[in-house]
């Protein structure tokens, strides 16, 4: 069966049309609006507790008044086609066009299949973690290049959600110009979409929900001024509806080559201005099985990278002339090496370690990594040894991995023991120094794996998240990729691609 090629405009349902109420301001609908059939949704999500009060834990870490949990909707098949019945409507009613349409993994996809099968429009499926075999496709299903692709979340906040949908399936030729949800928080998510050129159809507005639910003796008067307060304090840009509410002005990132000046540490002087000279903030994690293999992927690979991270016990053909090779791949194509070592003993063993051994690791890596579960006489230990050959080291302060301890209390002292040796320690392993409260030099690089284009996860706990997300919100400097690039079909053009992706995240946050 061929894709369809036909524009789809979209046409009444069976069912009764409901389009959005403008939120905040709420007014009289147009007569076509069964504002019956609205209120009895909004008790429904209520009554099946989709939409709870209390104190929540957010993923942010804040505490929040209100829940929305919209994955509930699968077992309650009533609410589910009315969902998807008003989701499409809304998108009739405001004259939206496209060829197909994917939902947002994972609460999303039963509700564009309902919209899907309900009115006959193709389907698409994006895979939260690409798989390393078979056709290795991060967007499934039929489709051509050029089409335009709808697509369906459950609820938008930030709207960082959707556009980790939106990247790979713009990566492979459709067009995205629209996004329906059924809420809409009115914490930003319209104004982030509209600046990516995304119309966002809502079909309600948290507001609207709030006096339904008010009306209906579902919420206290305090509690709705607790929600809307909530909401006010917690934008991430423009409300929804139009009404600016003041933000605290974003932090414009220094540029790398200053940068270079706020440190003491040559190595980290040197990894500055490499970035800012060859135009990259790629990192390279060659997690191959053999030394040969290194050697390979540096070497075609090394003109796109700022740095390449090894795993030097990995390699069993491992040994002095693999050393001598790739120092002189580092040199000849202006990358720096880090090999990835994460030490977590005492501090005097620690030093055997680095400094002897099989590898003999501070002799041609420039960069290494340790834990700080031994405390701060881990770093005095490697110090010992990395300082005098111009070294640097990298706390892990933060993990990518699900179910990670290293956040909280344990990212708060890596920070601290960071500031106590400024001449040795030259950044961190973070995922979201932005969201740090303890202050840190801005001399110090902070280095983020788990990067992928597509964003998600692997069956082995790892997370993903994309090179702008990465470098634009969580406020890291050099990307680090791994599989993305060394298990795609052409290495050398998935490192351009994230190179570019990492770079152009970059430029857009000065």
């Given at each position: 069966l061929k894709p369809h090629t036909h524009k789809r405009t979209v046409v009444p349902s069976l069912r009764v049309s409901v389009p959005p109420v403008p939120p905040f301001h709420v007014k009289t609908s147009p007569k076509m609006v069964n504002e019956d059939q609205i209120d009895a949704l909004i008790l429904r999500l209520h009554e099946i507790e989709a939409v709870k009060f209390g104190e929540f834990k957010l993923k942010s870490g804040l505490i929040s008044p209100i829940y929305v949990d919209l994955r509930v909707i699968v077992s309650y098949p009533d609410v589910l086609t009315s969902v998807a019945s008003c989701m499409w409507d809304v998108l009739k009613s405001n004259g939206a066009t496209f060829d197909n349409m994917c939902g947002v993994p994972y609460t999303a996809l039963p509700i564009a299949t309902c919209m899907s099968l309900n009115n006959d429009c193709p389907m698409l499926m994006r895979r939260k973690e690409v798989k390393d075999y078979g056709t290795k496709k991060a967007i499934e299903g039929a489709f051509h290049v050029g089409q335009t692709c709808l697509v369906v979340e459950d609820l938008v906040t930030s709207g960082a959600s959707v556009m980790e949908t939106v990247e790979p399936l713009n990566q492979v030729g459709l067009v995205v110009k629209d996004v329906v949800v059924l809420i809409d928080r009115e914490q930003g998510g319209e104004a982030r979409l509209a600046a990516n050129d995304l119309k966002l159809h809502a079909v309600l507005p948290l507001s609207r929900v709030l006096v339904t639910l008010e009306k209906n003796g579902k919420m206290s008067a305090d509690l709705v001024r607790s929600v809307k307060a909530f909401i006010s304090a917690n934008q991430t840009g423009p409300n929804a509806s139009g009404n600016e509410i003041p933000l605290a002005p974003v932090e414009k990132r220094i540029p790398y080559d200053e940068r270079a000046e706020l440190t003491?540490?040559?190595?980290?002087?040197?990894l500055w201005r490499l970035m800012g000279t060859k135009k990259t903030n790629l990192c390279l994690s060659a997690d191959v099985d053999t030394a040969a293999e290194l050697l390979e992927l540096a070497d075609k690979l090394g003109p796109e990278i700022c740095v390449l991270k090894t795993h030097c016990d990995l390699y069993p053909d491992f040994s002095d002339e693999f050393v001598a090779k790739l120092t002189q791949l580092a040199s000849k194509h202006n990358f720096l090496i880090f090999e990835d070592r994460k030490f977590a003993?005492?501090?005097?063993t620690v030093v055997g370690q680095y400094a002897s051994g099989v590898h003999k690791i501070a002799d041609w890596s420039h960069i290494t990594n340790a834990h700080i579960v031994p405390g701060s006489g881990i770093i005095d230990g490697l110090k010992s040894v990395g300082l005098q050959k111009g070294r640097g080291l990298l706390l892990l302060a933060e993990m990518s991995s699900k179910g990670t301890m290293a956040k909280g209390e344990y990212t708060n002292?890596?920070?601290?023991?960071?500031?106590?040796?400024?001449?040795?320690?030259?950044?961190?392993?973070?995922?979201?120094?932005?969201?740090?409260?303890?202050?840190?030099?801005?001399?110090?690089?902070?280095?983020?794996?788990?990067?992928?284009?597509?964003?998600?996860?692997?069956?082995?706990?790892?997370?993903?998240?994309?090179?702008?997300?990465?470098?634009?919100?969580?406020?890291s400097d050099v990307i680090i990729v791994g599989r993305g690039i060394y298990k795609a079909a052409n290495p050398l053009a998935a490192a351009k691609e994230y190179r570019a992706a990492g770079w152009d995240a970059y430029l857009s946050a000065l």
């Open positions: 003491r540490n040559v190595c980290a002087k040197e003993d005492i501090g005097n002292a890596a920070i601290d023991m960071a500031a106590e040796h400024p001449d040795f320690v030259i950044g961190f392993i973070s995922t979201d120094s932005a969201k740090w409260q303890k202050t840190w030099s801005k001399g110090l690089v902070q280095m983020t794996p788990g990067v992928q284009l597509g964003g998600g996860g692997d069956a082995m706990g790892q997370q993903y998240n994309t090179p702008a997300l990465v470098i634009k919100e969580c406020g």
